[in-house]
């Protein structure tokens, strides 16, 4: 069973970055094998994928973040990365990581990281 931990949200101005990460473990886990991608769910929203990033490196992002987030993944580490630039209000949310596939499959949600983007 693949375990995922979010970190690095927090408070952050309009405008600003944040860099966020996720840590995976799994016994049997082959990271770079997955296809992975950030998620995130505002007050009141659904939750929704904004990046994910395939076996080739490939990635994929939201309308709406777009041209500001970017992500990445180191293989040795069995680290996710997302890194938000020019951050606007409309971004606060709980992000979380896991596989792309299907969110209504998906059972080990991590326990999210907070961002909050607010003046």
């Known amino acids: 069973q693949v375990q995922v931990e979010e970190s690095g949200g927090g408070l952050v101005q309009p405008g600003g970055s944040l860099r966020l990460s996720c840590l995976a473990s799994?016994?049997?886990?082959?990271?770079?094998?997955?296809?992975w991608a950030w998620y995130r769910q505002a007050p009141g929203k659904e939750r929704e994928k904004v990046a994910s990033i395939n076996y080739h490196d490939s990635t994929n992002y939201s309308e709406s973040v777009k041209g500001r987030f970017t992500i990445s993944r180191d293989e040795f580490k069995k680290v996710l990365y997302l890194q938000m630039d020019n951050l606007t209000p409309e971004d606060t949310a709980v992000y979380y990581c896991?596989?792309?596939?299907?969110?209504?499959?998906?059972?080990?949600w991590g326990p999210g990281t907070h961002v909050t983007v607010s003046s």
């Open positions: 896991n596989e792309n596939k299907d969110m209504r499959t998906i059972r080990n």
């Open positions: 799994g016994r049997f886990l082959k990271f770079n094998a997955k296809p």
